[in-house]
């Protein structure tokens, strides 16, 4: 690999961290950008490949329990819903309510640059609803090989830490 190929991949892959761990407090998808990143610096660094085989098991098996039933299939949806409900009030401004105790340079603080992120989020999340839907849902043998692989991962992160 080149040296400005591999300066531009690890330059992504910890802007994606970094972004990552904003977007855990701001709004945006940050469990699914620090993946992003840990899957790019993977390439270069053995110790991001060693952390993200679990989280990416973990994250499939989240992905599996929110399709097991239908009450947590609607949740999921409502989610998605209210996402882009909150993008779309973010995006409009309404004036502040008479209730709000604050300034109104307060109320809804981020604009259009926030729910565009939101609505951006909503959109992420109805992608990886319908992915775990058509990978989980009614197939219980997908989980139990997930439930397999989870545990074996498991393992070999034990055995790397005891290294």
Not at 29 to 52: D, H, K, N, T, V
Request: charged share 20%; aromatic share 10%; proline share 6%.
């Amino acid at each position: 690999m080149t040296l400005a190929r591999r300066v531009v991949f690890e330059g992504v892959g910890w802007l994606l961290i970094v972004g990552g761990i904003a977007a855990l407090i701001l709004p945006g998808p940050g469990l699914l950008m620090l993946f992003a990143g840990l899957a790019i610096l993977s390439q270069q660094y053995e110790w991001a490949e060693r952390r993200l085989d679990p989280i990416k098991y973990r994250a499939l098996k989240g992905a599996a329990e929110s399709v097991e039933n239908v009450p947590r299939i609607v949740v999921s949806i409502l989610g998605v819903c209210f996402l882009v409900a909150c993008g779309v009030l973010w995006i409009l401004k309404p004036p502040p309510p008479d209730w709000w105790p604050l300034s109104d340079s307060l109320w809804l603080v981020g604009g259009a640059g926030t729910g565009s992120t939101l609505i951006a989020s909503a959109a992420i999340a109805a992608g990886l609803l319908v992915y775990s839907y058509r990978r989980f849902h009614g197939k219980p043998e997908a989980v139990e090989a997930l439930e397999r692989q989870v545990e074996e991962a498991d393992q070999e992160y034990a055995e790397l830490r005891e290294d």
